[in-house]
């Protein structure tokens, strides 16, 4: 089978892509408006792109053609954002703030979440998530319909007992991240590992 996204399928690419390219993490993003409100939503078209520097990259779709949503709206005007990373423990709490809610209504609160201060943002990050990354705007691109934000990670926040300090290995018995599977309502468990030693 082959499928011609250029052409009658362009429409379709999402579900396409969005069944195919899986699992993909998710990023419960925090920003804040030029009032201070908090907004919290989860991204799956979201990966770390590198690190020297360290960055990620973060896709969010428009509310409507051309009206993008809080979280992109709220990274251009402060060029700040926190991703919050999901674990198990997160995972209904993440589905509650994906809720369409009144403009200016902090979805933490709705999901019953924590906010506690960042060290170099405004935004809040999460005090239930395993990992929190502080990130600031390095650019967007704007590719069509897509809007890609690049942030820089500048500081990172995790739970004690999943990393390692001497190796900064993650301990897998501690971090149960899930992951995006096909839309609309899929996820998945990372339990079930197996190691594939790169060869030499």
Do not use: Q
């Given at each position: 089978?082959e499928?011609?996204?250029?052409g009658?399928?362009?429409e379709?690419?999402y ?8 699992p ?13 409100r ?14 020297s520097p360290?960055i990620?990259?973060?896709c ?23 991703v ?13 703030c994906?809720a369409?809610?009144?403009p ?5 609160f709705?999901?019953?979440l924590?906010?506690?201060p960042?060290?170099?943002v ?8 395993p ?23 500048l500081?990172?926040?995790?739970r004690?007992g999943?990393?390692?300090?001497a190796?900064?290995?993650v ?27 790169r060869?030499?």
């Amino acid at each position: 089978m082959e499928l011609d996204l250029t052409g009658p399928l362009r429409e379709d690419a999402y579900m396409i892509l969005a069944g195919l390219v899986t699992p993909r993490p998710i990023a419960l993003t925090t920003t804040v408006d030029a009032e201070g409100r908090v907004n919290a939503a989860p991204f799956s078209f979201f990966n770390v792109l590198g690190d020297s520097p360290p960055i990620v990259g973060l896709c969010p779709g428009d509310r409507a053609p051309g009206v993008p949503k809080d979280t992109a709206r709220n990274i251009r005007l402060t060029g700040e954002f926190v991703v919050n990373l999901v674990d198990e423990a997160l995972a209904e709490a993440m589905n509650l703030c994906a809720a369409s809610l009144p403009p200016g209504e902090n979805e933490l609160f709705h999901a019953r979440l924590t906010a506690l201060p960042s060290s170099v943002v405004r935004p809040p990050r999460i005090a239930e998530a395993p990992a929190s990354l502080e990130c600031r705007r390095h650019s967007i691109l704007e590719i069509g319909g897509n809007r890609l934000i690049i942030g820089e990670v500048l500081r990172v926040h995790v739970r004690e007992g999943i990393l390692d300090p001497a190796t900064w290995l993650v301990n897998p018995a501690h971090y149960h991240p899930i992951g995006r599977m096909a839309a609309p309502h899929w996820y998945s468990r990372t339990r079930d590992m197996f190691e594939l030693r790169r060869p030499r």
